[in-house]
């Protein structure tokens, strides 16, 4: 199955649409992964989907900006099809090339207790609580 140009597009369209429009769904994602529901599915993007995402994220885009976009785009694409090809069967996930264990404090308490110490440094406080502005309206 390939997914491509306008289908592509027409995916995005969809999604996007009913994302500003306020809907939360679970929506199709296309990635390099283990998931065999996407094996196969090579996405590119078109001009008209470059443009699309620069007016969603509010970023102005020439016309040879958005053509040589669609290049890089595609390129990024084409590779991460390359990775999906890689046999990572019986492979762990990895958060470091090397084995590292990470060291570990001990959970205990400390002089959180002591409410006047720890409100001391703040520009304002009241009955050890801190003052802070109000963000939220």
Known sequence: M?????SAAK????????EEAGGSWPRPVLYA?????FEGIYMSVDTATVRR?????RIKV???????????LNSILGFVEQLNEVDVAGID???????????????????GED?????????????????VPKVVE
Do not use: C, I, W
């Open 93 to 111: 996930p990895m958060t470091s090339v090397v084995s590292v264990k990470m060291r570990r404090r001990q959970d205990v308490v400390t002089d």
């Open 33 to 37: 992964g283990h998931s065999s529901l």
């Open 62 to 72: 020439t016309d040879d900006e958005a053509e040589r976009m669609t290049n890089e």
């Open 11 to 18: 995916l995005f369209a969809m999604t996007s649409e009913h």
């Open 53 to 57: 995402v620069a007016r969603l994220a």
């Open 2 to 6: 390939r997914l491509t140009g306008s």
């Open 115 to 131: 409410a006047v110490a720890v409100t001391s440094n703040a520009p304002v406080s009241e009955d050890h609580f801190f003052l």
